[in-house]
Structure formats: structure tokens, C-alpha cells
Nanobody
Framework: EVQLVESGGGLVQPGDSLTLSCAASGFTVGNYDMSWARQAPGKGPEWVSGIDRSGRNTYTAASMKGRFTISRVNAKNTLYLQMNSLKPEDTAVYYC????????????RGQGTQVTVSS
């Protein structure tokens, strides 16, 4: 059974950093393109950042480039999202998806982890 379980969210202040994790089971993350997406309150889902199956290529949405970094540890079968210089507009539920490294297209997604940026 394919499962994606996110963790690491929380309440932080503007300018803080946070690292999210997505633990995968039932498949090997190194065999798939993977991404992070988010959904803010009252808004539609938004693709955030992705990594291709080779691990050599990563992509990040323009509004988050330079602040967010995606990575993967094959030995742990886990995807990560390092988020720096967080802003209130980054408040959202963040979730990982399997299926694309550059767009909001997937066959499986996790339940998500809440990130709240507020002073």
C-alpha cells in the first residue's frame, strides 16, 4: 500500500525556518518524480517544488525560489522541504505528491502538515 506521511509543520514567526519531511512507504521514492504542494485557507492547491527521479534536477515555484529547497534521502525513503525566510503568505497545509517534479499532477498524495507563519 502506497503511503505518504508528512511531518514537521508548526507555528513559526516571519523570517523563521522550518523543515518538512515526507516519509514514503509502499514504493521507492528514487523511482518516481516527487513534489511538494500546498493549499492556503480559501485558496486552491499550489505546486511548490519538485525533484525528478534521478535526483539531479529540482524545480521550485518562482515565488519560493531562493527560500525553499527540496531534497531526498533514498536510504530513508523520505522527501524533505527546507523552508527559509518564511512569510505569513506561506501559511498553508503542505503535502507531498507522487507523479511529477514540476506541476500539480499526481497519483498519490499525503494528508499534509499545517504550517502557520504569524507574529
Amino acid at each position: 500500500e502506497v503511503q505518504l506521511v508528512e511531518s514537521g509543520g508548526g507555528l513559526v514567526q516571519p523570517g523563521d525556518s522550518l523543515t518538512l519531511s515526507c516519509a514514503a512507504s509502499g514504493f521507492t521514492v528514487g523511482n518516481y518524480d516527487m513534489s511538494w504542494a500546498r493549499q492556503a485557507p480559501g485558496k486552491g492547491p499550489e505546486w511548490v517544488s519538485g525533484i525528478d527521479r534521478s535526483g539531479r534536477n529540482t524545480y521550485t515555484a518562482a515565488s519560493m525560489k531562493g527560500r525553499f529547497t527540496i531534497s531526498r534521502v533514498n536510504a530513508k525513503n523520505t522527501l524533505y522541504l527546507q523552508m527559509n525566510s518564511l512569510k505569513p503568505e506561506d501559511t498553508a497545509v503542505y503535502y507531498c505528491i507522487r507523479g511529477s517534479s514540476s506541476r500539480l499532477m499526481y497519483d498519490y498524495r499525503g494528508q499534509g502538515t499545517q504550517v502557520t507563519v504569524s507574529s
